[in-house]
C-alpha cells in the first residue's frame, strides 16, 4: 500500500513538474531551451512512479505512535536549533541541541550536557578561530 | 600668496575632516560566494590589504554568503543589515548584470555603491590557425551570417561575456536581428571555453583575459580585440578594439558596495579607505599580479557611473531580448 | 626535460623540510575534512587557502599542501560510509554500497583495509599516469566536446539500473528523482530560476553537501530512533587482519582496473571524481558479480570505487596542469589560487614553472605513501569509532555536518533544507528505494543537460550533430552492448533457481 501511495504522489509530482517546466520561456540563441530536460526527465519519473503502484513490493514496517513521536522530537530540535542559531549564538543552540539529542538517543543527564559542552566548544573553537570560518556568538557575544 | 594661504587652508580643512570623519571597526566583508571564487578573493585580498596598511585596525571578518549570484547577500543586507557601517559586501559586473536584468531582490537604491580598485578586461579570441585575422574580419562574417562562427564563453544567454561581445557586433554595424542570431554557448569558465575551442568544438571565445593569458602566452591562440581602453601592459602586443575602430571597452570591475542606510559620513569615511588602498604601492602590486588592471572609480562618481552601466545592460538586454 | 631527471628534481623539491612536513600535514587534515560529512572535498581545500596566504607560503609550498589535503579528502570520505554508512563526501557516495554492508557482517577493519590500498593504488597508478602521459592526455582530452560528453553521461545513467540488487524500477526512479532535484536553479545558460518557488535560496541549486547529509545522515538517526530508547548498539565484530589480507589480495585486479577508469574519467574535464568511483562502480559490479554478491559486502565492490575515485582525482590534475582548465571543482579552486599566487595555468606550465609542477608530482607520490601509512594503523582506532555509545557518535555527526555547511553559507535555509531531505531519505529507505542512485542523479543529470543543451547550441537544433563523432558513436555502441549484457544475465539468472 505505503508503495502505490507513493507511487501514486511521484507520478503526480512528476506531471506537476512536467507542466511547471513548461512554462520556463525558451529563450533565443538555445535551441533545446530550459524547458525540455525536465520534460523529459518528467515522462521516466511518472512511468517508473507507475510502475510502483501497478506491482508493489511487501509493505514496510513503519514506525509505531511511540517511535514516531521520538523522531519528532528530534526533528523538532533540529528544527528549533536552525531557528535559533543565529539568536543565540552558535556554541549556546549547540549546546541545547546536542544535549537534548543525547537525551532522546537514551544517555544519562550529565553525559549529555557534557557532550553539549563538548561539541558547543569544540566546533566553534574548530571552525571560528582555527578555520576562520565565522559563526555567530548571539547571546554570547556581550 | 592668497592663492596659496587658501588652498593650504583648504587642505587643513580636508586633514582635519578626515581626521574627524568616520573611522571603520571591526570590520565585516561579505563575499556572496563560496571560498575559492572571485567575490571571496576581492573580500580576502582587499580585507588582509586593509589591514596591513593600518587603514582599520582589527583583522578585517570574511563572510561567504553564497546564493542567487550575490542576491542572497543583497537581501539579507537590505533586511538585516541596512544600517550598519562595518559592513562592504563585494561585488563586480557580474552583480550588476544581475541587477539591470532585475534578478535581485531590488534595484541599485538599495544599496551605496562605494568604489572599484581594479578590472579584468574583456578579450576576444579565435584559435591561431583561424582564418579571422582581425576583429573586423569576423564582425563582418557575423553581418553576413551571424551563424557562421560558434561562439563561447563563461556566462550563459545575457550575461557579461556574452553582451560583451554583441556590444561589438552592434557597434560595427549589426543589426539587432543579425546579433541575436549569433550562436552562443556556456562553459563553466573562460579555460574550459578556450580548451573547447582548441578542439574544434567552438570557433570564437570572448571572456576575461586574467583566466586565459596562459593560451596567450603559449601561442594557442589569436587574440582579435582586448576591451580596454589602452593596451595592456603586460601584453603591448595585443591591439584593442577601440584602435580597430570599434569604440566598446568591457571591464568586468571588482568593488564594493554598503548598506543602504548608512550615513554619509561613513559613506564618504569609507570612500577615502578606500581610495588610500588604492593609491598604495601594496594595492597596484596586487591587483597587476592577479591580472587585474587597476582603475579606480569611487563615492559619487561611482555610483552615478554604476547607474549608467546598469542602464546600457538593461538597453541591450531589452534589445536582445534577455529581459522584456 | 626528460621525464626521469625532471622527476628526480622533483623528490629534490618535494623532499624539502617545509614541502614535506605540508605534505603530511595536508594528508591528516584531508583525511579529517574528508570524514566529516559537513564539508566535502572543494570547501576543505578552499577553506585552507587563507592558511596557505597567512603562512606565506611559495606557490609550490601552497599547491602541495592543497593537492595534499585534496588527495587526503578522498581518503577521508570512505570512512563514514563504510563505518556509519554515513558519505563523508559526494565520490565516497558508491563505497556505502558494499563497505557498509562489509561492516555490518563484521568485516569493518577488513573493508577499511581494502578501501586504504585501493585508495593507494589508484592514487599512485593516477601520480604515474600523470607523470608519464600528462601533455599526451591533456591534447587527447579536448577532443571530448559537448556530444562525446553527453555521449558518456548517457552511458552512466543506462547503466544507473544496475548498481544495487534491489527492484530496478525503483533505483530507475530514484535516479529520475535525482536528475529532477538537480534541475532546481538558476538555468545557467539562460538565467532562468527553475523550480525556485521564488526563493533566492534556491537559485544556486540544491547543494550536493546539503542533499547527502540529509538524505543519508539524517535519515540514519531518524532509523537509529526506531529502537528503544537506551539501546546500545549491538557489539559489532569488526573482523581480523588475516582476513583483511585475503580480501585485499582478492581484490587487487580490481584496485588495478578501476584505477585506469577512474583515471580516464579524472582526465576529462569536468567530470571528476563522482563519476570515476561510479563508473568505477558499474564496471567492476558488470565483470565480477557472477555470485551475486555485489551490494551485500563484496571487498571487491568496495576496492572498486576507492580506486576510481582516487586515480580521478589524479587525472583531474592532468588537465589542471597541462592546459589551466579544471578537472573538477576542487582543482577549479586549486586553479584560482594559483591565479591568486600570480602563477599563469596555461599550457606553458611545465615549461615555465618546472620546480612548481615536478615538486607537485613528486609530492603527490609521497602523499600517497603519507596516506596509507597514516590510514592502515588508523583502521584499529577508526573501527573503535562503532563502539562508541550512538548518542556520543550522531550529534557529533549531525552537528558537525549543520556547522560545516552553516559555516560556508551562513544560511539557515539550508539546515532546514538539510532536515527536509533527511525526512525524506528516511520515506525513501523505509520504501526500500536505494539512495545512491538519488545522490547519482543529482551530481551528473547537470552535466548531462548542459551538455545536451551545448551540442544542440552549437549545430543550431540539428540532433544529428550528438551523433556525428566517432568518440560519442563508439561509447553508444559500448553501451548498447553492456545493456545487452545485463539483459542477458537477468534472463539467464531467471532461467537458473537457484
Known amino acids: 500500500m505505503s508503495d502505490r501511495i507513493a507511487g501514486l504522489l511521484i507520478a503526480a509530482i512528476a506531471l506537476v513538474y512536467g507542466i511547471v517546466a513548461g512554462g520556463y520561456e525558451q529563450g533565443f540563441g538555445d535551441p ?21 503502484v501497478v506491482r508493489p513490493d511487501a509493505e514496510p514496517a513503519w514506525p509505531r505512535a511511540r517511535v514516531l513521536l521520538r523522531q519528532l522530537n528530534a526533528l523538532l530540535v533540529l528544527v528549533l536549533y536552525a531557528l535559533l542559531l543565529e539568536d543565540l549564538g552558535f556554541p549556546l543552540a549547540t549546546f541545547l541541541a546536542v544535549t537534548l539529542l543525547a537525551r532522546e538517543l537514551g544517555a544519562r543527564w550529565r553525559a549529555s550536557l557534557l557532550t553539549g559542552i563538548g561539541l558547543g566548544a569544540g566546533l566553534w573553537t574548530l571552525f571560528d578561530p582555527i578555520l576562520g570560518l565565522p559563526l555567530p556568538l548571539g547571546l554570547l557575544a556581550w | 600668496m592668497a592663492m596659496g594661504r587658501w588652498t593650504s587652508a583648504v587642505a587643513a580643512a580636508g586633514v582635519w575632516l578626515s581626521l574627524s570623519a568616520f573611522t571603520p571597526s571591526s570590520v565585516e566583508c561579505i563575499a556572496p560566494a563560496d571560498p575559492g571564487g572571485g567575490w571571496d578573493f576581492t573580500c580576502r585580498t582587499v580585507g588582509k590589504l586593509l589591514y596591513d596598511l593600518e587603514l582599520v585596525k582589527e583583522p578585517v571578518k570574511v563572510t561567504n554568503m553564497a546564493g542567487g ?21 563585494a561585488t563586480s559586473t557580474v552583480g550588476i548584470t544581475q541587477i539591470a536584468q532585475g534578478r535581485y531582490p531590488g534595484d541599485l537604491d538599495v544599496m551605496r555603491w562605494l568604489a572599484m580598485l581594479g578590472a579584468d578586461v574583456g578579450v576576444v579570441l ?53 546579433i541575436k542570431n549569433i550562436r552562443w554557448v556556456q562553459y563553466d569558465g573562460g579555460g574550459p571555453a578556450v580548451t ?59 568593488g564594493f558596495y554598503l548598506p543602504g542606510k548608512v550615513s554619509d559620513e561613513a559613506y564618504q569615511g569609507w570612500a577615502d579607505v578606500m581610495k588610500k588602498l588604492y593609491d598604495s604601492q601594496e594595492w597596484q602590486e596586487t591587483a597587476v599580479s592577479k591580472g587585474l588592471t587597476p582603475i579606480w572609480r569611487g563615492g559619487e562618481e561611482f555610483e552615478s557611473w554604476v547607474e549608467d552601466q546598469t542602464a546600457r545592460m538593461r538597453g541591450i538586454s531589452k534589445e536582445i531580448g534577455v529581459i522584456k | 626535460m626528460d621525464t626521469l631527471n625532471a622527476l628526480f628534481y622533483g623528490f629534490g623539491v618535494a623532499l624539502q623540510p617545509l614541502h614535506l612536513a605540508l605534505g603530511f600535514f595536508g594528508a591528516f587534515i584531508g583525511t579529517l575534512v574528508g570524514a566529516l560529512p559537513g564539508i566535502g572535498p572543494v570547501n576543505g581545500v578552499a577553506i585552507l587557502i587563507p592558511l596557505a596566504f597567512s603562512l606565506q607560503l611559495s606557490p609550490t609550498a601552497a599547491l602541495i599542501l592543497l ?33 557498509y554492508p562489509m561492516a555490518r557482517s563484521g568485516r569493518a577493519a577488513s573493508a577499511l583495509a581494502v578501501s586504504g590500498v585501493a585508495s593507494f593504488v589508484g592514487g599512485t597508478l593516477a601520480t604515474v599516469g600523470l607523470t608519464l602521459f600528462a601533455p599526451i592526455l591533456a591534447r587527447a582530452a579536448i577532443h571530448f566536446g559537448p556530444a562525446e560528453y553527453f555521449a558518456l553521461y548517457v552511458l552512466a545513467f543506462a547503466t544507473i539500473g544496475g548498481i544495487t540488487g534491489a527492484n530496478p524500477a525503483k533505483t530507475l526512479l530514484a535516479a529520475m528523482i535525482g536528475l529532477a532535484i538537480g534541475t532546481v536553479g538558476l538555468d545557467p545558460a539562460t538565467g532562468i530560476p527553475r523550480f525556485t518557488f521564488d526563493s533566492y535560496h534556491l537559485y544556486d541549486g540544491v547543494d550536493f553537501i546539503v542533499a547527502i547529509v540529509g538524505l543519508f545522515a539524517i535519515s540514519e538517526f531518524l532509523i537509529f530512533l526506531e529502537r528503544p530508547a537506551g539501546t546500545h548498539q549491538p557489539r559489532v565484530e ?25 583515471f580516464i574519467a579524472g582526465v576529462l574535464p569536468g567530470a571528476g571524481a563522482s563519476l570515476g568511483s561510479f563508473l568505477a562502480y558499474v564496471f567492476e559490479r558488470r565483470i565480477s558479480n557472477r555470485n551475486d554478491t555485489f551490494g551485500k559486502g563484496d571487498p571487491r565492490g568496495v576496492a572498486a570505487p576507492e580506486a576510481g575515485n582516487n586515480a580521478a582525482a589524479g587525472g583531474a590534475l592532468v588537465p589542471m596542469l597541462t592546459l589551466g582548465v579544471p578537472g573538477s571543482g576542487t582543482t577549479a579552486v586549486m586553479l584560482a589560487m594559483l591565479i591568486t599566487l600570480n602563477i599563469t595555468p596555461g599550457p606553458l606550465l611545465f615549461e615555465k614553472q618546472a620546480e612548481l609542477v615536478w615538486g607537485l608530482i613528486a609530492a603527490l607520490y609521497l602523499a600517497n605513501v603519507v596516506l596509507v601509512i597514516l590510514n592502515l594503523p588508523l583502521v584499529g582506532i577508526f573501527t573503535r569509532l562503532l563502539a562508541l555509545p550512538y548518542w556520543l557518535l550522531m550529534p557529533i555527526v549531525v552537528m558537525a555536518s549543520f556547522v560545516g555547511v552553516y559555516s560556508i553559507s551562513h544560511s539557515p535555509f539550508d539546515l532546514y533544507m538539510m532536515i527536509g531531505f533527511g525526512v525524506f531519505g528516511y520515506v525513501l529507505r523505509k520504501l526500500e528505494i536505494s539512495l545512491v542512485p538519488v545522490v547519482l542523479g543529482l551530481l551528473l543529470g547537470e552535466a548531462m543537460e548542459f551538455n545536451l543543451r551545448r551540442a544542440l547550441s552549437i549545430s543550431n537544433g540539428d540532433w544529428t550533430y550528438l551523433v556525428s563523432s566517432p568518440i560519442a558513436n563508439t561509447i553508444y555502441v559500448a553501451t548498447a552492448v553492456l545493456l545487452a549484457i545485463a539483459v542477458a544475465m537477468a534472463l539467464r539468472r531467471e532461467r537458473t533457481p537457484h
Not at chain 1, 32 to 41: C, E, K, N
Not at chain 2, 70 to 88: C, E, H, Q, T, W
Not at chain 2, 128 to 149: C, F, I, R, W
Open chain 1, 32 to 52: 533545446l531551451g530550459p524547458a525540455a530536460f525536465p520534460r523529459i526527465v518528467a515522462v521516466p519519473l511518472g512511468l517508473f512512479a507507475l510502475v510502483l
Open chain 2, 69 to 89: 549570484v550575490g542576491a542572497v547577500a543583497f537581501s539579507n543586507v537590505a533586511a538585516k543589515r541596512s544600517d550598519d557601517p562595518n559592513l562592504i559586501v
Open chain 2, 196 to 254: 573547447q575551442m582548441l578542439g574544434g568544438h567552438v570557433e570564437v571565445v570572448a571572456t576575461d583575459f586574467g583566466e586565459i593569458a596562459g593560451f596567450v602566452e603559449s601561442g594557442d591562440v589569436r587574440v582579435l580585440a582586448v576591451m580596454s581602453d589602452e593596451r595592456l601592459e603586460a601584453f603591448p602586443d595585443l591591439p584593442t578594439a577601440k584602435e580597430q575602430g570599434v569604440d566598446v571597452v568591457g571591464y568586468n570591475w571588482r
Open chain 3, 238 to 262: 569488526i573482523g581480523s587482519m588475516r582476513g583483511a589480507y585475503r580480501d585485499v589480495r582478492r581484490s587487487f585486479g580490481a584496485m588495478l582496473r578501476n584505477s585506469v577508469v577512474g
Open chain 2, 126 to 178: 579565435v584559435r591561431n590557425d583561424s582564418k579571422y585575422e582581425t576583429l573586423d574580419d569576423l564582425l563582418q562574417a557575423y553581418k553576413e551570417n551571424p551563424g557562421v562562427a560558434v561562439a563561447a564563453g563563461s556566462s550563459g544567454i545575457g550575461g557579461w561575456d556574452h553582451i560583451r561581445l554583441l556590444m561589438l557586433a552592434k557597434e560595427a554595424g549589426a543589426t539587432g536581428e543579425q
Open chain 3, 67 to 99: 593537492s595534499s589535503v585534496y588527495y587526503g579528502t578522498m581518503y577521508g570520505g570512505r570512512i563514514s560510509s563504510i563505518l556509519l554508512n554515513i558519505p563523508g563526501d559526494e565520490p565516497a557516495v558508491m563505497t556505502t554500497l558494499d563497505g
